[in-house]
């Protein structure tokens, strides 16, 4: 609470100073003024981008919009004390964006509610059959150990691909096979994204190549697939009604998780969309006698919700767009309740 107090009273004093500024505008009409809103807040031990949201704004789920306004942060889970991130005033943070009415004399469909979710380009996926790189990063310029924004790559392709001067490809990186924990079963490939490059120069054997976004941190080895932006815009649409089934994993694979990006295990083939939301819910297992053996399944609880941000065949990537509690792999998942 007193950090929104520091909030506004900073505002309130930059306001206050506009008027005063203003009121010589008649001895110097030439002169002008501008104000731009906004301060510092320097990160503290604890904080997360969800806390600061929640405190400055009263929505902990306007932190995608305070990352991408704070460029520096190249992770959104990795913020450290003594970090500074600039916090905006002037703009409406809002995360359902209802579509602005048309002029009376324009007669037009309107535009479908959507979900904005500006880190859509960095959103990872799982499928069973690995995609086919394009090439592989075999050097940076300058020997970096971490690469960044700005740096350039050196790139081989593979097999025949030829690049060419202004293609853009993401940097990704294959990890280890999933498999279900209670059948044991192959789940498919985590596709880890990494960032975007963008080939510059073309050698015969090899390619240059300038990092224009960097996600998270790339490294020698990582991988080349061709580039295809997505708009953050995530259109709402119907669930698919009666639909169950589970979370079975975290992009980032922490054991218990809250406003991140995770896996489900139904996909395209099932009727999973872009766009449709899903409850996370729990279900208890009770006795109604302590001395009697027959149990009953009380009804569902929901807690947490999801939206679809991407699809394959048996699997989908989805971010937690709200929770109560925290979530674990394994979590169930259904169609929302009417």
């Known amino acids: 609470m007193s950090r929104r107090i520091v909030f506004f009273l900073c505002i309130s004093i930059g306001v206050s100073s506009l008027c005063l500024k203003g009121s010589r505008a008649e001895e110097d009409k030439e002169k002008t003024l501008e104000l731009e809103s906004g301060f510092y807040y320097t990160i503290e031990k604890g904080d997360t981008l969800w806390d600061i949201s929640e405190h400055f704004y009263d929505s902990p789920w306007v932190w995608p919009d305070l990352w991408e306004k704070n460029q520096r942060i190249p992770n959104p889970h990795w913020i450290y004390p003594g970090e500074r991130i600039r916090l905006f005033s002037r703009e409406e943070l809002e995360r359902i964006v209802e579509p602005e009415a048309e002029p009376e004399t324009v007669v037009q469909p309107p535009e479908p509610r959507y979900y904005l979710y500006p880190a859509i380009n960095s959103v990872g996926f799982i499928r069973k059959k690995p995609v086919s ?9 300058e020997d970096k150990v971490m690469i960044s924004q700005r740096d350039l790559v050196y790139v081989r392709p593979t097999g025949k691909m030829a690049f060419e001067p202004g293609d853009r490809y993401t940097v990704f990186r294959m990890l280890k096979p999933l498999k279900d924990k209670d059948t044991k079963a192959l789940i498919g490939v985590q596709h ?4 975007v490059v963008e080939i510059t120069e073309v050698e015969p054997k090899f390619s240059t190549a300038r990092v224009l976004q960097s996600f998270r941190h790339i490294e020698l080895n990582d991988l080349l ?8 815009k995530i259109t709402l649409t119907k669930s698919k009604e009666g639909l169950k089934g589970k979370i079975f994993a975290a992009e980032e694979h922490q054991g218990i998780f809250a406003d991140t990006v995770v896996f489900i295990d139904k996909g395209s083939k099932d009727g999973v969309k872009v766009g449709q939301s899903y409850s996370i819910y729990y279900q208890e297992k009770v006795r109604i006698d302590p001395k009697a053996k ?5 009804p569902p609880v929901d807690y947490a919700k999801i ?4 699809t394959e065949d048996t699997t989908a990537t989805a971010l937690i767009s709200m929770a109560q509690k925290a ?8 169609t929302p309740s009417r």
């Open 327 to 334: 979530v674990e792999p394994g979590a169930k998942i259904r």
């Open 307 to 310: 939206i679809i941000l991407r």
């Open 225 to 232: 697939f061709p580039y295809e932006p997505r708009s953050p």
């Open 133 to 141: 790189p394009s090439g592989t990063i075999f050097k940076v310029r």
């Open 192 to 195: 880890y994204i990494l960032g």
């Open 294 to 298: 027959e149990y009953i399944m009380l």
